[in-house]
């Protein structure tokens, strides 16, 4: 399973990965922790940075820079110690898409789309420090990258279902008020992504807006200004501020991650009974040729092949249904979490 981190540089994707990997690889969340799969992925640069330098720079009252490459993170979602699915965890990095919102088209284009097309699950972070500032929603479409994220996602979503969760980045800035922005945030990533959900016949509540910062509500000091940039137009520029240096205190990461992984377990499941669907097919079509003389005459002329055949696809059936049983009290479980219920 994959998912794909979506977003301009600065939004927030780094600084998200921090937290879920500060909640999911150093602890765990009722019961559930993230493994690596990968030889060298804890002394790996950008797990160096996401974990320990990140943390240090939050205590210096510092921001990490964005990801100057794209990363994948091969993990393994545990609960309890036991296995239950494999994730690979990629965060794009943002600079890529910038250079799409200015013009710059080059074999980035395929790149994002590829990865895209390859994805489970995609999270689209919108800075929504930046998208309360914007009144105006072109001005506001620029600033977060809207107009590029998504034509991207509607050529992905000529190819193949999406499963998109939009996270409204930096909720901790002072400038948010939670409780009473919320609605009007949602409302607005409808109105800034209207040509996708125009596009494929769909509306904002067909899809997961979870709200998600890194620092504690309140604890990001959050000023913008406005320049003029080369073509006439107004680009905001902001800067945060961390007021009370302290270690990361994630909100709404484990709930969007668990989100996240709850579209992943869907896919697998779906999956596993498409597969179960087509061998079952097959068996019956074996089984209907292979009647009691036909079963009497390989028996005497030593002909075990079909019937090889057929244990193993009995085989591979019950192995499916075994984990997609395995798998499905996990969406209950993730399902709390997701919705903060225990």
């Given at each position: 399973m994959?998912i794909?981190?979506?977003g301009t540089?600065g939004?927030g994707k ?14 765990s969340?009722d ?8 030889s ?5 640069t950008?797990v160096?940075?996401t974990?320990?330098?990140t943390?240090?720079?939050?205590t210096?009252?510092s921001?990490p820079?964005g ?7 091969p ?5 309890r ?7 690979d965890w990629i965060?794009?990095r943002?600079e ?8 710059v ?11 895209l097309?390859?994805s489970?699950?995609?999270l689209v ?15 506001a479409?620029a600033?977060?990258?809207a107009?590029?994220?998504?034509r991207l ?9 999406l499963d ?9 800035s ?6 009473k922005?919320?609605s009007?945030?949602k ?12 596009d494929?016949?769909t ?6 807006v979870?709200a998600?910062?890194a620092l504690g509500v309140?604890?990001v000091e ?7 940039n080369s073509?006439?137009?107004?680009q905001?520029?902001?800067r945060h501020a961390?007021?009370n240096?302290?270690?990361?205190e994630?909100?709404?990461v484990?709930?969007?991650?668990a989100?996240a ?7 697998e499941?779906n999956?596993?009974?498409?597969e ?11 089984k209907?040729?292979?009647g009691?003389?036909k ?9 075990s092949?079909?019937?090889?055949i057929?244990f193993d696809?009995?085989q591979?059936?019950?192995?499916s ?7 499905e009290?996990?969406?209950?479980r993730?399902e709390?979490?997701a919705t903060?219920?225990?």
């Amino acid at each position: 399973m994959k998912i794909t981190m979506l977003g301009t540089s600065g939004s927030g994707k780094t600084v998200y990965m921090s937290a879920m990997a500060e909640l999911f690889l150093n602890s765990s969340v009722d019961g559930y922790t993230l493994e690596n799969r990968g030889s060298d992925f804890r002394s790996s640069t950008f797990v160096a940075k996401t974990i320990a330098k990140t943390n240090t720079l939050y205590t210096n009252g510092s921001f990490p820079s964005g990801t100057a490459t794209s990363v994948l993170m091969p993990l393994e979602l545990r609960y309890r110690g036991n296995s239950i699915i494999d994730v690979d965890w990629i965060d794009y990095r943002g600079e890529a898409l910038n250079e799409l919102v200015t013009g710059v088209e080059n074999e980035q284009t395929a790149e994002i789309l590829a990865t895209l097309l390859a994805s489970d699950v995609i999270l689209v972070f919108v800075d929504a420090a930046v998208l309360k500032e914007c009144r105006n929603l072109s001005i506001a479409r620029a600033n977060v990258g809207a107009n590029t994220i998504s034509r991207l996602l509607n050529m992905v979503s000529k190819t193949k279902r999406l499963d998109i969760i939009f996270l409204l980045s930096k909720i901790d800035s002072s400038t948010i008020d939670i409780k009473k922005d919320f609605s009007a945030l949602k409302t607005k990533i409808g109105q800034i992504y209207s040509h996708f959900f125009t596009d494929t016949n769909t509306d904002v509540s067909n899809y997961a807006v979870m709200a998600v910062g890194a620092l504690g509500v309140g604890n990001v000091e959050t000023t913008h200004k406005w320049i003029s940039n080369s073509q006439g137009g107004q680009q905001l520029t902001s800067r945060h501020a961390i007021k009370n240096y302290q270690d990361l205190e994630p909100v709404g990461v484990a709930a969007s991650f668990a989100r996240a992984l709850l579209k992943c377990l869907d896919s697998e499941i779906n999956n596993l009974n498409t597969e179960a669907s087509k061998l079952a097919k097959e068996l019956n079509r074996l089984k209907s040729n292979f009647g009691p003389i036909k079963n009497l005459l390989d028996l005497l002329f030593n002909n075990s092949r079909k019937r090889e055949i057929i244990f193993d696809l009995e085989q591979k059936i019950l192995d499916s249904r075994r984990q997609i049983l395995k798998l499905e009290p996990h969406k209950i479980r993730l399902e709390k979490i997701a919705t903060g219920l225990k």
